[in-house]
T-cell receptor
């Protein structure tokens, strides 16, 4: 049973436009959500996170939105740059003390110059 | 460079064999996590250690075991290997138990023939 789902395996966006990556979750106990970015031959790199007490968190070009009632979160990248081309993983956890993150399968973002 | 070091980067072995993957966490990080990424899958949490003690267990097979040593490096032992064990194994570390921001190594790619 996949508790964190990223239904789009891939996404192509023109440079300068907005990239929107989506993530759905099923476990109501999740209270902390993260996005990781992964380049080929590298480990995942933390990008941005959001606690369940918030509905938005912004960091530069990256904004994460959380809709708890819909159990949905999204990552917005504005403006998209070719260097943003990577696989993006959504992750979730429940409770402090042990951050065993549950990851989605990832969305491959391609930003076309 | 995340500061997390994993060795070996690549490993090819035969079914039935045993391998050991090694991880050195970032300096000062007490918590070490192991994740498995199989083809077209998200990262699956295997096990977490905190300051030498097992903290949480995920979907780790009985054929697999891990430990964290006094110098905080960790080893993941995989035995009686099967073809399905072929995967990328990531180690991650964090300084505390109250943040979900994990720092990942580049991974060890295991191929079982």
């Amino acid at each position: 049973d996949q508790q964190v789902k990223q239904n789009s395996p891939s996404l192509s966006v023109q440079e300068g436009r907005i990239s929107i990556l989506n993530c759905d979750y099923t476990n109501s106990m999740f209270d902390y959500f993260l996005w990781y970015k992964k380049y080929p031959a590298e480990g995942p790199t933390f990008l941005i996170s959001i606690s369940s007490i918030k509905d938005k968190n912004e960091d530069g070009r990256f904004t994460v939105f959380l809709n708890k009632s819909a159990k949905h979160l999204s990552l917005h990248i504005v403006p998209s740059q070719p260097g943003d081309s990577a696989v993006y993983f959504c992750a979730a956890s429940s409770g402090a003390g042990s951050y065993q993150l549950t990851f989605g399968k990832g969305t491959k973002l391609s930003v076309i110059p | 460079d995340s500061g997390v070091t994993q060795t070996p980067k690549h490993l090819i072995t035969a079914t039935g064999q045993r391998v050991t993957l090694r991880c050195s966490p970032r300096s000062g990080d007490l918590s070490v996590y192991w994740y498995q990424q199989s083809l077209d899958q998200g990262l699956q949490f295997l096990i977490q250690y905190y300051n030498g003690e097992e903290r949480a267990k995920g979907n780790i097979l009985e054929r697999f075991s891990a430990q964290q040593f006094p110098d905080l490096h960790s080893e993941l032992n995989l035995s009686s290997l099967e073809l399905g064990d072929s995967a990328l194994y990531f180690c991650a570390s964090s300084v505390s138990l109250v943040t979900g921001e994990l720092f990942f190594g580049e991974g060890s790619r295991l191929t079982v023939l």
